[in-house]
């Protein structure tokens, strides 16, 4: 096979080449939706166990892509991985999601925070990637993932998932100088990390800052992009080549300040219609998205026009085909299948 016949869609398409029609993965698609995933729980019920040991992470991994053969495979891990390699320690709890305890409050403990050494603390990542790779071969893109500094400094802040960020917002707005050290220190970790997973195989690396939409504009440009540019220019300068996504959700208000953090494809969620998404990110900006994930729960036929619509709006470059944040607990299997199905039948 040919070095360009080799390149899978997705990847192409990352890199604004022609495509026949857009590749499709989902955010999420590893996890509760699927029953083979919840029996994999009930026998491990860690998910610290499930995400750090190799075996069952690839494994995780792989289940939509046996299931469905989606044109991306984004390994089974969580955003908070790699706090404990710097210091902060965390689980996940049943029915309450992310704990880091003790919460990071004091200037004490953001002075003693450690730069991220993924050879050491991440070791299983590099198998996992590994692994992924040599499994999906040119079948499929291979895509690592990490959090943006402003939504784990949030979950390391507030201790746990947040309705309305108080406390971190709290520290933004009386001790501001404080926090800055505490998202620069993210960001050189997290710049290591996108490299250290490149390194291991991911193709294509998409960064979640999932929680900067409750920033105001004023205050994503004071604390949210100025720390996408700081991870984004670090890993340019050493990998130059591999597509950088950014996520946030509930980014309407902020999309055209997503693109200057200097990314390649900015994923748009679905409160914003994709064709104006299209108009005002302009020709160069690659898209990814935007089906509300609550479609999925509607009819086939609703779940067809709907992905139609998203790709008709996107159009015939540039775009991968996603829904506009993860998968729902509860989605039926076989909408995700259709979903799947739908995309990867249309052509341009
Ligand atoms: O996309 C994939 O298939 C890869 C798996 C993945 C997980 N977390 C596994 C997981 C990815 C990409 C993430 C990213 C992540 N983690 C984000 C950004 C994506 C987004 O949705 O905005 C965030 C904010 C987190 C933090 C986090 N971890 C949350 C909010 C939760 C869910 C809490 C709950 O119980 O509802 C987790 C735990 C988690 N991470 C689960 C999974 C499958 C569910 C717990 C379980 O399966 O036992």
Redesign the pocket.
């Known amino acids: 096979m040919s070095e360009s016949n080799g390149v899978p869609l997705l990847l192409k398409a990352a890199r604004g080449q022609k495509v026949d029609r857009p590749p499709v993965w989902?955010?999420?698609?590893?996890?509760?939706y699927m029953k083979v995933?919840r029996d994999l729980?009930d026998k491990y019920?860690s998910?610290r166990d499930?995400?750090e040991n190799p075996d069952l992470a690839i494994e995780?991994?792989l289940q939509?892509w046996r299931a469905f053969q989606p044109d991306g495979v984004?390994?089974?891990?969580?955003?908070?991985t790699p706090l404990p390699g710097m210091g902060i320690n965390f689980d996940?709890?049943?029915?309450?999601?992310?704990v880091i305890d003790p919460p990071i409050r004091t200037q004490a403990q953001i002075d003693n925070l450690r730069t991220l050494d993924p050879e050491e603390s991440l070791p299983f990542i590099k198998t996992i990637l590994n692994s992924l790779r040599s499994e999906v071969g040119n079948q499929s893109t291979v895509?690592g993932?990490v959090?943006a500094p402003w939504?784990l400094a949030a979950?390391a802040i507030e201790g746990k998932?947040s309705k309305n960020y108080s406390v971190i917002k709290g520290m933004a707005f009386s001790q501001p100088q404080m926090l800055h050290q505490f998202l620069a220190h993210i960001a050189d970790s997290i710049a290591i990390y996108i490299r250290y997973q490149i390194d291991c195989g991911a193709q294509v690396v998409?960064m979640?800052d999932?929680?900067a939409g409750e920033l105001s504009p004023q205050d994503y440009e004071t604390f949210a992009l100025p720390y996408h540019q700081r991870v984004v220019k670090q890993v340019k300068e050493t990998h130059p080549d591999t597509p950088l996504i950014l996520?946030i959700?509930g980014s309407a208000g902020i999309l055209e300040r997503m693109s200057q953090s200097g990314v390649d494809i900015v994923s748009v969620d679905w409160t914003l219609d994709m064709a104006e998404a299209r108009a005002r990110l302009g020709q160069d900006m690659k898209v990814q998205g935007n089906m509300d994930p609550g479609v999925l729960f509607g009819s086939k036929d609703f779940i067809r026009d709907r992905i139609l619509d998203t790709i008709n709006k996107a159009g015939d470059s540039g775009h991968i085909m996603n829904l506009g944040?993860?998968?729902l607990?509860g989605t039926p299997e076989e909408n995700v299948e259709h979903f799947f199905a739908t995309a990867k039948e249309f052509r341009y």
């Open positions: 989902m955010m999420r698609q590893a996890g509760r995933y729980r019920p998910f499930r995400s995780i991994s939509p984004i390994m089974f891990s969580d955003i908070l996940i709890v049943e029915s309450k999601g992310p895509l993932f959090g939504t979950y998932s998409q979640f999932s929680w996520y959700s944040h993860g998968v607990v």
